[in-house]
Structure formats: C-alpha cells, structure tokens
C-alpha cells in the first residue's frame, strides 16, 4: 500500500476546559499520513487538494472551537437547545459558564480532552469525506516543543471577521523578552507563570463582576457578527487588558507591564500567538 505524508499541516488554536485547570488555551500541530491505492493520475491523494479538504475539514470541526468533554459528571447543560450555554464546575468548587453559538462549541466524548482522542475523531471524520482509493487515515497532534518559557491562554476577539471573534478559543504561546538587549529568562518565566492558563479580556467587554460563595468573578459579553457571546469566570483566572486582545496590543501589554518592573531597563517583548507568529513591541 502506498503512503503519503504531510508534516506541519496546519496548526489548531483552540480551547478546552479541565476539571483543574479550567478554561485552557492551547495549540497542537497537525501531522497527516494517508495509505491508500494509487489513483488514475498515479497519486494517492493530490497534494494540491490537502489543505482544500483535508485543512478545511480539520478547521471546521475543532480550530478556533471550545472543545467541552460531554461525559465530565460536573458539567450543566443550562439550554438543551443550546450546546453552547453551560456552566463547567471545576475540583476547587468555582465554575465557569458560557454562551455562545452552536458553531463555536464542539462537543466530544470522554470526561477529559486528550490528544489521541481527538487525533482519532478526526482521522474517522477525513475517512468519509476522501476519496474511496483512500484506506486509511492517520493523525498525530502534537505540541510545539519551546526552549524556554510558554503561556496558555483564551480570549476572543468581537471585531474579528473570522472565527476569532469567538469568545473562548485560544494558544499556547511561547514568550521571549530581551532587556538591554540580552534574552531575560527570569522576565520569560515570570510571565509564563503569571499568565499559565489565564483568559485574557477587554475591559470595554466586561458587564458584571460579582462575588458567589465568597469567589470573586467577572462576566464579559459582546455582540459579533457570529452571534451573541459571553462568559463568566473567576476573577483570579483573568487578566483585564484596556485595549483589544490581538497579538499586537498583547505584545504592548506585556511591554508596558515589564517595564513597571524594571523602569531602568530597554524592554523588547516578542509575543507569540501559537506557533511561528506573533508580534514584536519595544521601548
């Protein structure tokens, strides 16, 4: 049998939720492998139609999503014509609700998201749209491998003509920071633990902050092209920005706020969004 393969295909930003960590950014590279016989042009599928199908099917089902695992025991369904209107309860007894339209959730089986899990849901999936001369289907997610300091983080963007207008999708994202000019591994980590698995929102986007059970939490909400969107979260897993969350005013945000901590120091931030892009701010 003959195989095809194609490294890098594309990469998944999404966003899952965990029992523990809450909501979670993330960001997996995707790897294909197709077995199958020749077709009549001699190929086993034209690499000129990868990204067309295969690309597109995978974004469609999960990138820019929230992936919800639909047999976690602590998870309510607050609208049974609605799949994205829930409230996820996390071990430490604070919870996180979300709504938005059917077409930013993604729903799948298990009490957990793990990788292999989803790789198989998406090989099954390709079989049944590729061609009959195509017999197997195989997928490898994996993560990017950082030297260094990286960040998990969820956001949404309501300006945003394409899917990240959708209120919790999101990265993981390595971070790198000069001072005067030399790489500052301490700054890195400093940011790498001060935002691991934090939702990043606008201030204009927040319409209620109050206290349940003596935890403080905020409410952001927005009217998009998609839809209306809007989710609650404890404060302490938040972090408010004035202006927009894009890459760019990320990468000023986190200037600004190292520059509070080292006023003497030239800081230079290249922020990443995911894998391979970001934005650069200095000053």
Avoid at 138 to 149: F, H, K, T, V, Y
Avoid at 227 to 248: K, N, Q, S, W, Y
Wanted: charged fraction near 30%; hydrophobic fraction near 35%; proline fraction near 4%.
């Amino acid at each position: 049998m003959n195989r095809l393969f194609v490294d890098n295909l594309t990469v998944i930003d999404f966003a899952y939720l965990d029992r523990h960590r809450g909501l979670v950014g993330e960001s997996w590279i995707v790897d294909i492998e197709l077995a199958g016989e020749l077709n009549d042009a001699g190929m086993v599928f034209d690499f000129g139609h990868v990204k067309s199908t295969i690309k597109a099917h995978i974004d469609d089902q999960v990138d820019h999503r929230l992936l919800i695992p639909a047999d976690y025991p602590q998870l309510q369904w607050l609208d049974p014509e609605s799949p994205g209107h829930f409230r996820w309860h996390l071990e430490d007894g604070t919870w996180i609700e979300h709504r938005s339209p059917e077409q930013a959730v993604t729903t799948v089986p298990g009490e957990a998201v793990e990788r292999q899990a989803i790789a198989t849901r998406l090989s099954e999936s390709l079989q049944r749209v590729l061609p009959d001369n195509v017999h197997d289907v195989r997928i490898n997610l994996r993560l990017e491998q950082i030297d260094g300091a990286w960040y998990h983080y969820a956001h949404g963007l309501k300006k945003h003509d394409g899917n990240c207008q959708r209120i919790a999708h999101g990265h993981r994202s390595r971070i790198q920071i000069l001072r005067n000019g030399e790489r500052a591994p301490d700054l890195e980590h400093y940011w790498g633990g001060r935002w691991r698995d934090i939702y990043l929102a606008t201030a204009d986007d927040r319409s209620a902050t109050f206290e349940d059970a003596g935890i403080s939490y905020h409410r952001f909400s927005y009217e998009s092209d998609q839809g209306h969107f809007e989710i609650t979260l404890p404060a302490a897993r938040t972090e408010i920005m004035g202006p927009d969350t894009t890459v760019e005013w990320i990468a000023c945000y986190l200037r600004d706020e190292t520059r509070k901590l080292e006023p003497e120091s030239r800081i230079e931030v290249y922020a990443f969004e995911g894998v391979n892009k970001g934005a650069i701010a200095e000053g």
